[in-house]
């Protein structure tokens, strides 16, 4: 029997021998915040490391960008990936930073944050993206791969972001068109932190969604093998296989004309996937003008257009200077005029420009007024002739050459044309529909324009004339003049006309719009419109 000292000197010792074994879990402990304050040192180094690298990659890109930031920014997919590193790459660097208390850095982001782009921006980037590729007919490996001059490759992540943002547009043909490269390029061994289960997920969806039910089905029982508790594609499978199930039921029982009336109507689904129909009617026609598939004229018609020197009946400043001037078109008559600007008139119009660029507008029909619309993508800025002296020679040359007074003429007008920068088909002037188009201004309808490049565009950035299939290409320093009104005061629709998108470099263009007020003497009115 053990007395109760004997208990007491046991229950100690094991409360010693508890103690000892508390001891010896705190030095295990202490071993472990050793072990984890290496690993938080490693991390730190990692971090380090990761900034480091992040810095000497954007490093090199900024240095190569300001070399010639409008020609690096004139590259679509440039543009895009900015948009996309300043709007969510740099907020990941931020968190990242954040964690080591990096007072400066992290002020300074702040600071300049609120000039960063946001969601908005980045979607507008992407869909420029977007539009440049279905204008052009250019594939993702194109684009993706950076087979497009001076541009760079994108990651999976490019990818996927703009497939994610079609797919919030529910546009189910570029989802498919993007999700397939991003799910290409990590197959091909793209390391990524996207991960496949998320892009065969949209994948899936984005192709049920436009019809094809097998396609679906195989890429879902992909995703499943990757994770087979996916609670959406677990359902999609069974919704898939059931339908298809109907489907081939249906086949089975209908008879011989109802299986070719069946096989017809896949061919013809099958031909008319793709790109979601819009708004805009002749969309096909504009884009074909855009690659340079337009009218071709017939040899008799081409034989009719001439270049020649014009002294503007024997203007006095052009009578031993002529300008150089070139027919494009001839109905309606389109003329283009060479060397109108010389390259320091140019750029102090830019540099006069460039602090106001503001998002193009156009006339709104209903009010009258200056709006802000989705088929203008562009900035633009207004230059008055008493600013500087290069504005207020420019306006004296137009009416010098044009023979047209430009007193009551709208003000200069610049516009810089970016990444996938365009203006849809429209007209310049009023229709009679349009009453009060141009009211506010007093001086009359739009009757002629004159349009400046000032820039020369690698590719794409063509002025098209969609009614008459015409295209005039940018060449630096030259202008493109039309009539928009017939002599009658008639408006001439076959003026109808686009700028189409800049898909490498980057356009400058200038215009002025001359108005009826003031050309009663100098453009006589006829009811022939022929005239």
Known sequence: MISHCSQFNIRNSVTDLGSEFRMT??????????????DYIRAEESKLEQVKKWAQKLDVLSATATQDPEGFLGHPVNAFKL???????????????LKDMSDGFISNLTIQRQYFPNDDDQTGAAKALMRLQDTYRLDTQTISTGELPGEGPMTVEDCFEL?????SDADYYHTELWMEQALKQLDGGEESTVDMVTILDYLSYSIYQQGELERALDYTK????????HQRANGNLKYFEYQ??????????????????????????????GRPADYLPERRKYEQLCRGEGIKMTPRRQSRMFCRYSDNNRHPLYVLGPVKQEDEWDRPRIIRYHDVLSNSEIEKVKELAKPRLRRATVHDPQTGKLTTAHYRVSKSAWLTAYEDPVVDKINQRIEDITGLNVKTAEELQVANYGVGGQYEPHFDFGRKD?????????????????????????????????????????????????????PSGEGDYSTRH?????????KWVSNKWIHERGQEFRRRCTLDESD
């Open 25 to 38: 879990d705190l030095l295990y402990t202490e071993k472990d915040l050793v072990t984890s304050l290496k």
């Open 83 to 97: 948009m996309k590193r300043l709007n969510t790459e740099w907020g990941e660097l931020e968190s990242l930073v």
């Open 163 to 167: 497939g994610k943002i079609a797919y």
């Open 222 to 229: 992909r995703l499943l093998k990757l994770d087979s508790a």
């Open 434 to 486: 349009e009453p009060d188009a141009f009211k506010e201004l007093g001086t009359g309808n739009r009757i002629a324009t004159w349009l400046i490049y000032m820039s020369d565009v690698p590719s794409g950035g063509a002025t098209v004339f969609t009614d008459v299939g015409a295209a005039v290409w940018p060449k630096k320093g030259s202008a493109v003049f039309w009539y928009n009104l017939f």
């Open 244 to 273: 298809l199930a109907k489907q081939k039921k249906v086949e089975a029982e209908e008879g011989l004309k109802e299986k070719e009336k069946r096989e017809r109507e896949k061919r013809e689904a099958s031909e008319k996937k």
């Open 498 to 506: 686009a700028a189409c998108p800049v898909l490498v470099g980057n």
